[in-house]
């Protein structure tokens, strides 16, 4: 069960070093850089008397705001205060969050929400309600801007859970936060169902099914240590290059045991995390979503010591195949790269989308084009590298040059074709193979001779939709060697009020 008791002193003083502060102070003290955090709006207080409000009025009103350094660079930050009227959000609560949403947004610095409130303080009514749409606004008007990252620490619940959705990414405290539009108590009287808050809106559930949550983490402390690891690999807005880090780490570190980690047969599944961090600078792989729609993995990393966005099909997880969930997850991640300006990289081994009535119910044409859509989009810096299988649709939605990819690279392991073997046979000659003699040897002797045709990067390269058929161990210097050429990239959208992107 949930524990939203105040948090002891035990417990302040495992946050931030002190017992004697706030809760909230405390969780700020442990994301900013000791001693760097400067509160803003510290007296400010409600003007409300009804249901005995006026008794309670609290300075700052149950939320610090302010700004302090993460690593060097601004960043402001809020945290709501459960110590007081339950972190409920009012007028002058909410003013807060907005100011500070309009200061990060002009300063061009990320913001970073650390979320702990029963929602809406139901005592201020519509001015509670007025308070939200006034952060909402701003969030959407500051996204693609600068980075906002919220941090849910405690319950997040009704229309309080779109501050968190709308911003660039969530991490919930396992056990600690839910999130949901409808508790559990309204939830029992209007369907009659009982269902606890954690199975309703869980760190589980969210990280795990729904993709709400971008990171779980098992404490307080983890989750503000992943907001500062996420922050090293984001430019502080749009504007700015994203932070560089000094690597000891050679472009040309020696992969000869790089082609190895792809099992000799296709159908042997494998963790492409594997090849994806021998590439990237050693221990710089930071994962996103890692456990929703795990047959693509999205992920940070850094190459030569520039941040960037990697997207990869993972063969060890539904053999790699594209899906609904999958789409949106590296859609939205895409998107994200795209907005802030981190270049893009993608290793590729997909048989396709999933096919099946349980997946075009979903919404597969849609959720895929999202795919599709962020991809053709994307105006970054953009490296595609083909480990094994491309087929199909899916071989143009994976950052194929078609869609947009600067560099096409491929391993010679590379399969480019409309669809893998036995399919490609089963449709051609069907009616050739029954009549053979032996057809078992007739289905093999075509299967054979198909993929020697097709299941190689070698048509694809003459035609120049692959730049370059690689040796694995060349796969680190060339990519960052590509990204390196790519970096004064422009490759601006034709104007538009705003693109649209498919449901
Ligand atoms: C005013 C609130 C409050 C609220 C909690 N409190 N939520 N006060 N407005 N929304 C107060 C309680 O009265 C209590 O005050 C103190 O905070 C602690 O709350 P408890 O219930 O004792 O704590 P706990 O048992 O830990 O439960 C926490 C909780 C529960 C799960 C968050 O309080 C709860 O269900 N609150 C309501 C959640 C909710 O439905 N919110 C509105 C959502 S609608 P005292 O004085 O006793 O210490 C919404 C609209 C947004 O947010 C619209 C945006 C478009």
């Given at each position: 069960?949930t524990d ?21 102070h405390?969780?700020l003290?442990?994301?900013?850089d000791?001693?760097?955090?400067d509160e803003?709006?510290?007296?400010v207080v409600h003007r409300?008397?009804?249901f ?5 009025r609290?300075p700052?009103?149950?939320?610090v705001?302010g ?10 930050a809020?945290?709501q205060?459960?110590?007081v009227?339950?972190g409920s ?7 807060k969050?907005?100011r500070?949403?309009d ?10 929400a650390l979320l ?8 201020e ?5 007025a ?5 909402f ?5 500051a ?6 990252i919220?941090?849910?620490?405690g ?5 309080a ?9 969530t991490?919930?405290?396992d056990?600690?936060?839910t ?7 309204v939830?029992r ?12 809106g869980g760190?589980?559930v969210?990280?795990?099914?729904t993709?709400?949550a971008?990171?779980?983490?098992d404490?307080d ?12 690999y984001?430019?502080?807005?749009a504007?700015?290059p994203?932070p ?7 472009i040309?570190r020696?992969l ?6 792809l099992p000799?047969?296709?159908?042997t599944?494998y ?12 221990d710089?792989l930071?994962?996103v979503h890692?456990?929703?729609?795990a047959?693509v ?6 190459i030569?010591?520039?941040p ?7 063969p060890?997880?539904?053999?790699g ?5 999958a789409s949106?997850?590296a859609?939205r ?8 300006g981190l270049?893009?990289v993608?290793f590729?081994?997909?048989p ?9 119910l ?9 795919l599709?859509y ?6 970054v810096p953009r490296?595609g590298?083909i ?5 199909g ?5 994976m950052?194929?040059?078609?869609v947009?990819?600067?560099?096409a690279l491929?391993w010679?392991?590379?399969e480019i074709?409309?669809m893998?073997?036995?399919g490609a046979v ?5 009616r050739r ?10 289905q093999?002797?075509?299967?054979a001779?198909y993929?020697?045709h097709?299941?190689t990067?070698?048509?694809?390269a003459?035609r120049?939709?692959i730049?370059a058929v690689?040796?694995?161990e ?18 601006p ?5 705003h ?5």
């Open positions: 069960m939203r008791s105040p948090a002891t002193p035990a417990e302040r003083a495992a946050l931030s070093g002190r017992s004697d502060i706030p809760l909230a405390a969780r003290e442990t994301l900013f000791a001693g760097s955090f803003i709006g510290a007296d409300v008397d009804a005995g409000l006026g008794e309670r609290i700052g009103d149950g939320v705001t700004a302090g350094t993460v690593e060097g660079r601004t960043v402001f809020y945290a205060d459960r110590t009227l339950g959000l009012g007028e002058a609560h909410a003013m969050i907005a500070l949403l200061l990060a947004d002009r300063a061009g610095a990320p913001i970073v702990d409130s029963g929602g809406a303080r139901i005592q009514g519509v001015d509670a309600l308070g939200y749409g006034e952060i606004r701003r969030s959407v008007r996204s693609g801007r600068i980075p906002q919220a941090i849910v620490c319950p997040c619940a009704g229309g859970v779109y501050s968190p959705a709308l911003m660039d990414f991490i919930m405290v056990r600690q936060a999130m949901f539009l409808t508790g559990p108590r939830v009287t209007v369907t009659f169902e009982d269902v606890t808050a954690e199975a309703l760190g589980e969210h990280a795990g099914r993709g709400v971008h990171f779980l983490c404490t402390t983890e989750a503000i240590a992943t907001a500062r690891a996420l922050l090293r984001l430019p502080s807005s504007a700015v994203a560089q880090h000094a690597t000891d780490d050679p040309d020696d000869s045991g790089l082609g190895a980690l000799a047969s296709a159908r599944p963790d492409v995390r594997d090849i994806v961090r021998e590439v990237l600078d050693r710089s930071l994962e890692a456990r929703w729609a047959n993995v999205v992920a940070f990393g850094r030569a010591g520039h960037v966005g990697v997207v990869a099909n993972q060890l997880v539904q053999a195949c594209l899906d609904s969930a949106r997850k859609a991640f895409i998107r994200t790269c795209d907005a802030v270049p893009l993608s590729v081994d997909v396709g989308f999933l096919p099946g009535r349980d997946e075009e979903q919404g597969a044409i849609t959720h895929g084009a999202k599709l962020a991809w053709c989009e994307a105006t490296v590298l480990l094994r299988k491309a087929y649709g899916a071989y143009i939605v950052n194929s040059k078609h947009g990819a600067d560099v491929a010679p392991s590379a074709a409309v893998g073997a036995r089963e449709v051609l000659l069907r193979i029954a009549a053979a003699d032996d057809p078992a040897a007739e093999a002797r075509a299967e001779e993929a020697e097709f299941l990067p070698r048509q694809a003459e120049g939709h730049d690689i040796p694995p060349e796969t680190r210097r060339r990519i960052a060697r590509a990204l390196a050429h790519l970096r004064g990239k422009t490759d959208l034709p104007p538009a009020r693109r649209n992107m498919p449901t």
